[in-house]
């Protein structure tokens, strides 16, 4: 099974001002977070708008991305859908293009039937048909569905199933899912804000969106807790959470975006019907990004 060690970043999809796919931009955001010691890139996940493209520029992501990311360098691709039939179509097409693993988001528009058994049936559906290994992906914040330890103890039992991405912060059900589940099924975080909790019960690594501005501070919390330096770690860790919180829960993908232009990388617009952040929002942005990353360089 594909070894998912290290951190991730959810790579935002590049848009033009009149919203087509600018995959001149994704290539070059590749190439600048490849410089760092990244274990690999997700693409077209919740920070890559995925839910906001067609199938046909699912493709043309998929493809450019595999193109820009290094060999030795993992490309995780998202394809979950609604239906069964389309998560295992993107599936398909993911690993065709080169992804080594996919990223599974549940169905969740019927989320009053999406039981335990429903999505157990979900899972393993699609991982009959993957040819690349699935890591479920629960995400609580997007989809108002939070997957419980038991649904997720019981899809990892296939073989098809690597591990899972896991965005809801419950560490207790985090350490119950690495207690219970198969030999070799590997967590990783879903947010900076509890990369280090997360590592210290058995995580394995994060997708991270606080990766794609920040990747030396999260491979600084990293790296030391795995020299052991739980000091370094703790104090890595408390520098990230404001930055952090600013770019997921309090601001989301525009300021995520906002931030990667104003480190000189392409963040360039969300699409509708997402906006933009506002001048003043965009103030506070700077101001905590100056004072976070300034700190830790």
């Known amino acids: ?6 951190l991730y970043p959810p790579l935002p999809t590049s848009f033009k001002k009149d919203e087509e796919l600018d995959t001149v931009k994704i290539t070059e955001n590749i190439n600048i977070l490849c410089r760092y010691d990244l ?9 890559g708008e995925m839910v906001m493209l067609d199938t046909y520029e699912k493709k043309k992501v998929y493809d450019t991305a ?16 609604q239906s069964t039939r389309e998560t295992i179509q993107l599936s398909v097409m993911a690993y065709e293009s080169g992804a080594d693993a996919v990223l599974v988001l549940n169905p969740s528009y019927y989320k009053g039937q999406m039981d335990g058994d429903a999505l157990v049936q979900f899972y393993h559906d699609v991982a009959d048909k993957s040819p690349a290994p699935v890591i479920i992906y629960n995400m609580p914040a997007n989809s108002g569905l939070d997957m419980d330890a038991e649904t997720i103890i019981r899809a990892s039992e296939h073989q098809n199933i690597a591990g899972i991405k896991d965005s809801g912060g419950n560490l207790i059900k ?43 501070l999260c491979l600084d919390i990293y790296n030391s807790f795995i020299r052991g330096d739980m000091d370094k770690a703790r104090e890595y860790q408390l520098a990230a959470v404001d930055l952090n919180t600013a770019v997921t829960r309090k601001w989301g993908v525009p300021a995520l975006k906002a931030a990667m232009d104003h480190l000189g990388m392409y963040g360039g617009p969300v699409r509708k019907p997402l906006l933009p952040i506002t001048s003043q929002i965009n103030r506070q942005l ?3 990004m100056d004072r976070t990353l300034k700190k830790n360089n």
């Open 66 to 81: 595999r193109k820009a990311i290094p060999p030795g360098k993992i490309m995780i691709a998202g394809t979950g859908a």
């Open 174 to 216: 985090m350490a119950s899912v690495i207690q219970h589940t198969k030999p070799g099924f590997q967590v990783l975080a879903g947010s900076a804000s509890f990369l280090l909790p997360a590592l210290s019960i058995g995580a394995i690594g994060g997708i991270l969106a606080l990766a794609n501005i920040a990747p030396a």
């Open 39 to 47: 274990a690999g890139i997700l693409i077209l996940g919740s920070n």
């Open 1 to 6: 099974m594909l070894k998912l060690n290290g």
């Open 286 to 288: 700077v101001e905590i």
